[in-house]
């Protein structure tokens, strides 16, 4: 018999509604004793079986969702079949061709939480970040060396979430070679040398692609600043487009000196060393405000600011100051393209935080689109903090 939790009365509510959480305080009691990332049957206060999740006995979520099918079993095949649903479900991306480096598996939205599988090319780049995920390691790694051939898996399973789960930072190679140091990607017709190993999360944000093929658009002759830019995915595929310039501003001078080899892969005049500045963004923008310039198209796509409710206000200080300045160096009927990664700050806060941005700076803004997370990174409809990137595509008069 599975070790079981029985949730308090009316805490059954979220899991009816295909939520894949279950926070602590909704369970009542615990039958039997579960090992970390072991399977659990789910029952309601009136002991009604609703399936069947995996335990994580030191953080807050106490237990996350594999299946609402209290008769399925947990096992190989079970993994199986849900990373093959995943894969299939990457069929159109698969056969556009416009990139060889998409996200496989997206945790919740694909029905395997904690689990997330990037594709590089030949090499896939595995992130397990809860202890369900964790116990199942061997198996989902055998069952996608059978699923997708392939050169390598990589494992950068080093995100800070893990340390909620008790589980202490990995990474490694799980299956076949090492990847290279850096490995070749294509997207929407340019280059990217990405670095699996060291890069930011798995190595690249795949998560931006579809923004950067709208935004694109917009920089055909135009000055183009590029802020948090990373390893220069937005301003490059800008300067490919015929961009007039592109500034990019970055903290971290590894992240800028892979957007120079990045430009060189791509355009052959492009990496001059005033278009690669190494710095705090809120300095430089103000430095730029100081010094009166002014851009076409600004790009402001910034980090994660604060991971816990509480650090929510201080988000919002932070997105309005630099959308504020942002807004000061457009020239007249310039395009803002601005982000958040932050999962608490909402779309609709976002977009509030953005409009007192342009109050502040005096500046009327149409909206000609609202944006997201690219289609391989799918929310699940009952899961609504699966849509963590959002953000706003303006027009500045
Ligand atoms: N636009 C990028 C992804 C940006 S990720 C792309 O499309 O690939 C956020 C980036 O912000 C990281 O590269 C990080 O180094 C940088 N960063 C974080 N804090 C910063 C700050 N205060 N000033 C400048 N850059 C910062």
């Given at each position: 018999m599975l070790p079981a939790i029985i949730l308090n009365q009316g805490r059954d509510y979220?899991?009816?509604?295909?939520h894949p959480w279950i926070f602590s305080g909704a369970i009542n009691r615990v039958e039997g004793t579960p090992e970390?990332?072991?399977?659990?049957?789910?029952?309601?206060?009136?002991?009604?079986?609703?399936?069947?999740?995996?335990?994580?006995?030191?953080?807050?979520?106490?237990?996350?969702?594999?299946?609402?099918?209290?008769?399925?079993?947990?096992?190989?095949?079970?993994?199986?079949?849900?990373?093959?649903?995943?894969?299939?479900?990457?069929?159109?991306?698969?056969?556009?061709?416009t990139t060889n480096a998409f996200r496989l598996v997206n945790a919740?939205?694909?029905?395997?939480?904690?689990?997330?599988?990037?594709?590089?090319?030949?090499?896939?780049?595995?992130?397990?970040?809860?202890?369900?995920?964790?116990?199942?390691?061997?198996?989902?790694?055998?069952?996608?060396?059978?699923?997708?051939?392939?050169?390598?898996?990589?494992?950068?399973?080093?995100?800070?979430?893990?340390?909620?789960?008790?589980?202490e930072p990995v990474r490694g190679c799980l299956a076949g070679a090492e990847p290279p140091e850096r490995i070749e990607i294509r997207?929407?017709?340019?280059?990217?040398?990405?670095?699996?190993?060291?890069?930011h999360k798995t190595g690249f944000y795949l998560d931006q692609r579809d923004n950067r093929a709208l935004?694109?658009?917009?920089?055909?002759?135009?000055?183009?600043?590029?802020?948090?830019?990373?390893?220069?995915?937005?301003?490059i595929m800008a300067r490919q487009a015929g961009a007039?310039?592109?500034?990019?501003?970055?903290?971290?001078?590894?992240a800028l000196a892979l957007a120079r080899e990045n430009t060189r892969l791509n355009v052959c005049d492009g990496d001059a060393d005033e278009n690669f500045i190494a710095g705090n963004t809120f300095e430089v923008l103000r430095t730029f405000r100081d010094s009166r310039r002014s851009f076409d198209v600004i790009v402001l796509d910034p980090p994660k600011f604060g991971d816990a409710r509480k650090h929510v206000m201080a988000a919002c200080r932070g997105y309005k100051d630099?959308?504020?300045?942002a807004l000061k160096l457009l020239r007249p009927g310039g395009i803002l393209a601005t982000f958040s990664c932050s999962g608490l700050v909402t779309p609709d806060l976002f977009h509030k935080v953005v409009a007192d941005a342009a109050v502040d700076a005096r500046r009327d803004v149409q909206v000609i689109r609202r944006l997201q997370q690219a289609s391989d990174h799918p929310e699940g409809l009952g899961f609504p903090e699966g849509l963590?990137?959002?953000?706003?595509?303006?027009?500045?008069?």
């Open positions: 979220s899991v009816s509604r295909r970390p990332g072991g399977t659990v049957a789910i029952r309601a206060a009136d002991g009604t079986p609703l399936g069947l999740a995996a335990w994580s006995p030191e953080s807050q979520i106490r237990a996350r969702v594999w299946s609402l099918d209290p008769a399925e079993t947990i096992d190989d095949a079970f993994f199986e079949r849900r990373l093959a649903a995943a894969i299939a479900g990457r069929s159109v991306l698969l056969a556009s061709d919740e939205a694909d029905g395997l939480p904690g689990v997330t599988v990037d594709r590089y090319d030949s090499h896939l780049v595995c992130q397990f970040t809860t202890t369900g995920a964790e116990r199942w390691k061997p198996a989902i790694v055998e069952s996608l060396t059978r699923l997708w051939p392939c050169a390598g898996i990589y494992e950068r399973s080093d995100a800070d979430v893990r340390k909620h789960e008790g589980l997207e929407n017709g340019c280059r990217f040398l990405v670095d699996i190993r060291g890069g935004v694109t658009p917009y920089t055909t002759s135009a000055d183009v600043l590029d802020v948090f830019s990373y390893t220069g995915a937005f301003g007039a310039s592109v500034t990019h501003i970055d903290l971290s001078s590894d630099i959308n504020l300045l963590y990137l959002k953000g706003l595509l303006c027009r500045v008069s």
